[in-house]
């Protein structure tokens, strides 16, 4: 089975095993995804979503985001670390959001990673979930599950999205990171994986 066979089965198996790929960050609009997604960077997505139920009920619209106090901001994400940072992005992006793009979420990568905080992994996920784009979303867990998956030796973000750009079906690639995720969580975990319980575990490097 060569590297792209292996990719469709990867796609296949996960597919049946989380038939239901969404972003665990909850949200119910493109500007609050953004912001979610700002904020799960070294932080769960877990703790993410105990913090945005009163920050959203706080700032409604991006424009309450612009017009927003940072520090009062930061009280609202302190949990989430960094926040100070944090703070600082998501009012400028929202900030930038209205001057530049009509106080509408950018649907396309040059434009969101021009707004402060936003790198290749926000802006893919946004992307693909909010505008059905096909897009790769590379994070720790899909670093880890497609290394042992023989997809790639590196660790080096923007090299595994072109890979797994090459090796995915587009319009499966977004679901297929989700999925990732998901099975990076209950199964191939960092410390201890299940691999007895793997549905990938045919194709794993690991495992032969």
Known sequence: ???KEKALFAVKALKKQYPDAVCMLVHSNPLQLLIATRLSAQCTD?????VTPSLFDRYKTVYDFADADIEEVGSY????????????????????ICEKFNAEV?????DLTSLPGVGRKTANLI???VFSKPAVVVDTHCIR???K?????????YKI?????????PEESNDFCHRLVLHGRAVCSARNPKCDLCCLKQICENSK
């Open 1 to 3: 089975m060569n590297t």
């Open 46 to 50: 877990a703790r993410v979503n105990l």
């Open 77 to 96: 994400i302190k949990s989430c670390g960094l926040y100070k940072t944090k703070a600082k992005d998501i009012v400028n992006m929202c900030k930038m």
């Open 106 to 110: 950018p649907d396309n990568l040059e």
């Open 127 to 129: 992307m693909g979930d």
């Open 145 to 147: 599950i497609t290394s």
């Open 149 to 157: 998956l023989g997809f790639h030796n590196t660790k080096d973000a």
């Open 161 to 169: 999205e072109l890979i797994l750009k090459d090796l995915l079906p």
